[in-house]
T-cell receptor, first 115, second 113 residues
Framework: DAGITQSPRHKVTETGTPVTLRCHQTENHRYMYWYRQDPGHGLRLIHYSYGVKDTDKGEVSDGYSVSRSKTEDFLLTLESATSSQTSVYFC??????????????FGPGTRLTVT | AQSVTQLGSHVSVSEGALVLLRCNYSSSVPPYLFWYVQYPNQGLQLLLKYTSAATLVKGINGFEAEFKKSETSFHLTKPSAHMSDAAEYFCAVSKAAGNKLTFGGGTRVLVKP
């Protein structure tokens, strides 16, 4: 298994509070991603990173911010959580090298409930 | 923009029967295609991938998929279902390195004894 951990694994928070989710990898992969999973929608990309301090938005980035100060860590922050952000959040990593096969490896997920 | 359509959000098969999960994609360039499996309360695990080599791709756990450009399809099959195949399956497409994945909505497979 790819060395990806997510913390916390479960979190319940109240509307309006800030929340930070952490993704940590031990593979030294260049690319890291944050997805959310909701029934019927598959996984949708929130933000991704293509290097330290290099990030970009995905298709559902409103209400989320990210930071990557080290290769191994990618943080997802909900500045002011809303009930619509109740979801399961997955981190993924990818080598992103020319000639690599582009698959992504996923972490175990964080279940976030906003009450 | 890329999109992926998985026909059928739920599929029920008998143990020992053929598993067929359908995936159609739209992409403006030759795609890279993936099937992932998700067991309950777990992350996604790569089943197989198509990256412009052989059009028939074999993966783990006896699954295979065939890339058909003319039909823009990448259907997943397994000749004989096992109880352990009960899971949710996701088809995904990527255009290139930088490799943002676009996922289908998923198909949940139920295996009946």
């Amino acid at each position: 298994d790819a060395g990806i951990t997510q913390s916390p694994r479960h979190k319940v928070t109240e509307t309006g509070t800030p929340v930070t989710l952490r993704c940590h990898q031990t593979e030294n992969h260049r690319y890291m991603y944050w997805y959310r999973q909701d029934p019927g929608h598959g996984l949708r990309l929130i933000h991704y990173s293509y290097g330290v301090k290099d990030t970009d938005k995905g298709e559902v980035s409103d209400g989320y911010s990210v930071s990557r100060s080290k290769t191994e860590d990618f943080l997802l922050t909900l500045e002011s959580a809303t009930s619509s952000q109740t979801s399961v959040y997955f981190c993924a990593i990818s080598e992103g090298l020319a000639g690599s096969s582009y698959e992504q490896y996923f972490g175990p997920g964080t279940r976030l409930t906003v009450t | 923009a890329q999109s992926v359509t998985q026909l059928g959000s739920h599929v029920s098969v008998s143990e020992g029967a053929l598993v067929l999960l359908r995936c159609n994609y739209s992409s403006s360039v030759p795609p890279y295609l993936f099937w992932y499996v998700q067991y309950p309360n777990q992350g996604l695990q790569l089943l197989l991938k198509y990256t412009s080599a052989a059009t028939l791709v074999k993966g783990i756990n006896g699954f295979e998929a065939e890339f058909k450009k003319s039909e823009t399809s990448f259907h997943l099959t397994k000749p004989s279902a096992h109880m352990s195949d009960a899971a949710e399956y996701f088809c995904a497409v990527s255009k290139a390195a930088g490799n943002k994945l676009t996922f289908g909505g998923g198909t949940r497979v139920l295996v009946k004894p």
